[in-house]
């Protein structure tokens, strides 16, 4: 099984700074398969990414997507008010899925 | 439009058994993966498992293996995840998700969720 673990736990930034965020698996992700998804609070998850820099449909052009192999980021290059909120990756590229853990992007 | 409604919020004792529903429209039901996500209280996903409904064939995470049984039935456009023994430990939101027609696809859309709650 593919283990993805995500850095930072917590982001702190204020609305308008960049945000990077790492994923990185334990071997190596076939075919680029991975997403970025965000949660918001009593919601479900919304697909931002798949293919590693592939932006799902009506997702804005600030985010983005970039890597490959064992090492994933996503990039939002300058923070709306709603943007904080908790973002996932996920492998789909082995016979199991997996997620990792989470970011938690809050409002500093 | 592309609608998974899953079915209501439960309350069970421990040892009892559920079934939860996923119902499907708006696309071919029976050529799309179904997948099944596990968020426990104030935590993260977790993959599962998956069904193509298709055939019904089925894989599961190893942690989820022997734990739950997904199915699914065409006829209805639902697909189910289900428990023989509810622990406490199953307490979690449960959500239904959908890719592409290949395995080899991530959630685009997913359903509302069901929170089932374990406690004696």
């Known amino acids: 099984e593919i283990v993805l673990t995500q850095s930072p736990g917590t982001l702190s930034l204020s609305p308008g700074e960049r945000a990077t965020l790492s994923c990185r698996a334990s071997?190596?992700?076939?075919?680029?398969?991975l997403a970025w998804y965000q949660q918001k609070p009593g919601q479900a998850p919304r697909l931002l990414i798949y293919?590693?820099?592939s932006r799902a449909t009506g997702i804005p052009d600030r985010f983005s997507g970039s890597g490959s192999g064992t090492d994933f980021t996503l990039t939002i290059s300058r923070l709306e008010p709603e943007d904080f909120a908790v973002y996932y990756c996920?492998?789909?590229?082995?016979?199991?899925?997996?997620f990792g853990q989470g970011t938690k992007l809050e409002i500093k | 439009e592309v609608q998974l409604v899953q079915s209501g919020a439960e309350v069970k004792k421990p040892g009892e058994s559920l079934k939860i529903s996923c119902k499907g429209s708006g696309y071919s039901f029976t050529s799309y993966w179904i997948g099944w996500v596990r968020q426990m209280p104030g935590k993260g996903l977790e993959w599962m498992g998956i069904i193509y409904p298709g055939d019904s064939d089925t894989r599961y995470s190893p942690s989820f293996q022997g734990q739950v049984t997904i199915s699914a039935d065409k006829s209805i456009s639902t697909a189910y995840l289900q428990w023989s023994s509810l622990k406490a430990s199953d307490t979690a939101m449960y959500y239904c998700?959908?890719?592409?027609?290949?395995?080899?696809?991530?959630?685009?859309?997913w359903g509302q969720g069901t929170l089932v709650t374990v406690s004696s």
């Open positions: 996920q492998q789909y590229g082995s016979s199991r899925y997996t």
């Open positions: 293919g590693a820099s």
């Open positions: 998700a959908i890719g592409g027609g290949s395995y080899y696809a991530p959630f685009d859309y």
């Open positions: 071997q190596s992700v076939s075919s680029s398969y």
